[in-house]
């Protein structure tokens, strides 16, 4: 039985004469743990005898094999990257949705302020002519046309009190609704949101596989 040399190699050249990738003959190299050594360029060098290296190249793959797995495999990327636009597309328009919704409930709450103050000013100045109606009721010498004016101007007071207090009846009203369509908005924004953030943090390999 005829030996083989101990050769020096590095893992490129060990690569080459097993027709194999450099990972690979570094992982051959690692498991009987051959010596090692450094050659005069600072590369790894490995003394291997090829008679104890139980190791035979698996047959070179043509080319054209691989395609339909590659083409399968771009496919499902594409479709996955259409996706995610599509989802981007989606939660950005429900953004744009929640921010004018918002700026809207926020209008309508200044609305509801403003007609909250105007009908507190009518309730005082309703109260304060009743007061002054009540007191010229009380004068013997109070004449009938001061009553009648205090009470036309009475009556003013309590027609702008109801109309304002409507208006903020219904202004409260409008404000629950965006407050509601608001919210709804902003849930769907957040759910899709979380199915992007989902789909972008899953491996490639996973969002090819769903």
């Known amino acids: 039985m005829t030996l083989m040399p101990v050769e020096m190699l590095t893992y490129g050249a060990l690569a080459e004469r097993l027709n194999i ?11 009987p743990r051959l010596p ?12 291997i005898d090829f008679a104890e290296i139980q190791h035979k190249a698996l047959p070179a793959r043509s080319p054209g094999g691989h395609q339909p797995v590659i083409t399968s495999l771009r496919a499902k990327i594409e ?4 996706e995610i636009t599509r989802l981007e597309a989606t939660a ?15 209008q309508l709450l200044a609305e509801v302020l403003r007609a909250t103050a105007d009908t507190m000013a009518a309730k005082e100045a ?9 007191a010229l009721r009380s004068r013997p010498e109070t004449l009938q046309a001061e009553i009648a004016r205090v009470e036309a101007m009475a009556i003013s007071r309590q027609v702008d009190f109801e109309r304002e207090r409507d208006r903020a009846d219904r202004l409260a ?26 789909l972008r943090s899953r491996p490639w390999w996973r969002r090819i596989a769903a």
Do not use: P, Y
């Not at 990738?21 to 498991?31: D, G, L, P, V």
């Not at 090692?36 to 003394?47: I, T």
């Not at 919210?183 to 899709?192: W, Y």
């Open 21 to 31: 990738s450099s990972e690979a003959a570094r992982a051959i190299a690692k498991r």
């Open 36 to 47: 090692r050594s450094r050659a005069n360029d600072g590369k790894a060098l490995v003394s």
């Open 79 to 82: 479709a996955l990257q259409t």
């Open 92 to 106: 950005t328009g429900h953004r744009a949705d929640f921010e004018r919704e918002r700026e809207r409930a926020e």
């Open 126 to 134: 309703t109260a304060w002519l009743e007061g002054e109606l009540a």
């Open 173 to 198: 009203v409008e404000v629950l609704k965006v407050t509601a369509d608001a919210i709804t908005v902003k849930e769907a924004k957040a759910r899709l949101e979380g199915e992007l953030a989902a």
